[in-house]
């Protein structure tokens, strides 16, 4: 099983749409939670991080349930901007000190 | 530029070959890390760097894989004999310390191997 397990997609919304993508762990032990987010043929970049509490950056919402090992993206209001694809992103194994990523959701936001 | 910088951006080399990638990371940022990553796939652990010593390289494949960052500083992959299957983009990326709970890692543009 893998530690982090995405649906690869693609989510295909029209502009304005809300949509959801989730990602569940194996490691009932990890601690940090993030979103990264990769253009085609880019470099993945930092979107935002998942706080137990929930946390919100403007049209994006990061949820996390430990009791379930998942975490959730909710994007409202999509953009063609969001076209990408989302990578979930747990930091691995005890000892290990490197973010483990999933294989990624990807997002085709269509006029 | 004040990013992480990667070459070559591009290798083609047969199978058998040995290849050297490089990485300059972002001046000041202690800890290096190396991925690769093939097509439809999320970036794949490979070693990572804490100042000169590799703190943990468990995601290494086998042992023709290595990676070296003498000064602390640049960073450089090496990879013997290689196999189709190495064929992937290689990322490095860095941070100003262990980004295992700021999450925030910086990421180069990658290195686009492939092995004919």
């Known amino acids: 099983r893998k530690e982090v397990e995405q649906d690869p997609g693609p989510f295909n919304v029209p502009e304005g749409a809300t949509v959801a993508f989730n990602c569940t762990y194996s490691?009932?032990?990890?601690?940090?939670f993030f979103w990264y987010r990769q253009d085609c043929r880019k470099e993945p970049k930092l979107l935002m991080s998942?706080?137990?509490s929930g946390n919100e950056d403007g049209r994006f919402t990061a949820q996390l349930n430990r009791a379930s090992q998942y975490i959730s993206l909710l994007i409202r209001d999509s953009k063609l901007s969001d076209s990408a694809t989302y990578l979930c992103?747990?930091?691995?194994?005890?000892?290990?000190?490197?973010?483990?990523f999933g294989s990624g959701t990807r997002l085709q936001v269509q006029p | 530029g004040a990013g992480v910088s990667q070459t070559p951006s591009n290798k083609v080399t047969e199978k058998g070959k040995y290849v050297e990638l490089r990485c300059d990371p972002i001046?000041?940022?202690?800890?290096l890390y190396w991925y690769r990553q093939s097509l439809g796939q999320g970036p794949e652990f490979l070693i990572y760097?804490?100042?000169?010593?590799?703190?943990?390289d468990s995601g290494l494949p086998n042992d023709r894989f290595f990676a070296v960052r003498p000064e602390g500083s640049v960073s450089t992959l090496k990879i013997q004999r290689t196999e189709r299957g190495d064929s992937a983009v290689y990322l490095c990326?860095?941070?100003?310390?262990?980004?295992?709970?700021?999450?925030?890692?910086?990421f180069g543009e990658g290195s686009r191997l492939t092995v004919l």
């Open positions: 990326a860095s941070s100003l310390t262990s980004a295992s709970n700021t999450g925030e890692l910086f």
């Open positions: 490691n009932s032990a990890s601690q940090s």
């Open positions: 998942v706080y137990s």
């Open positions: 992103v747990v930091n691995s194994f005890t000892g290990r000190r490197a973010l483990t």
């Open positions: 001046s000041g940022h202690t800890a």
């Open positions: 760097f804490q100042g000169t010593g590799a703190a943990d």
